[in-house]
């Protein structure tokens, strides 16, 4: 089977906070459901995009 890799980005804390602060609160209320490193049921494309 291949393999795929996913694109990653490195971003500073400031970056990942002003993300967080963009986002829908209902779409920060489903990923606080979510345990660490866990993808929702369905896949990640089943969240709304970013705002």
Same mark, same amino acid.
């Given at each position: 089977?291949? #393999?795929t890799?996913t694109t990653? #980005?490195? =971003?500073s $804390?400031?970056? $990942?906070a002003?993300?967080?602060?963009?986002?829908?609160?209902? =779409?920060?209320?489903?990923m606080r !459901?979510?345990g660490? /490193? #866990?993808?929702? !049921? /369905?896949g #990640?494309g !089943?969240?709304?995009?970013?705002a």
């Amino acid at each position: 089977m291949a #393999r795929t890799r996913t694109t990653r #980005r490195l =971003v500073s $804390f400031r970056q $990942f906070a002003d993300w967080l602060d963009a986002q829908d609160p209902e =779409v920060l209320a489903e990923m606080r !459901t979510l345990g660490p /490193g #866990r993808a929702p !049921t /369905g896949g #990640r494309g !089943t969240y709304p995009t970013a705002a």
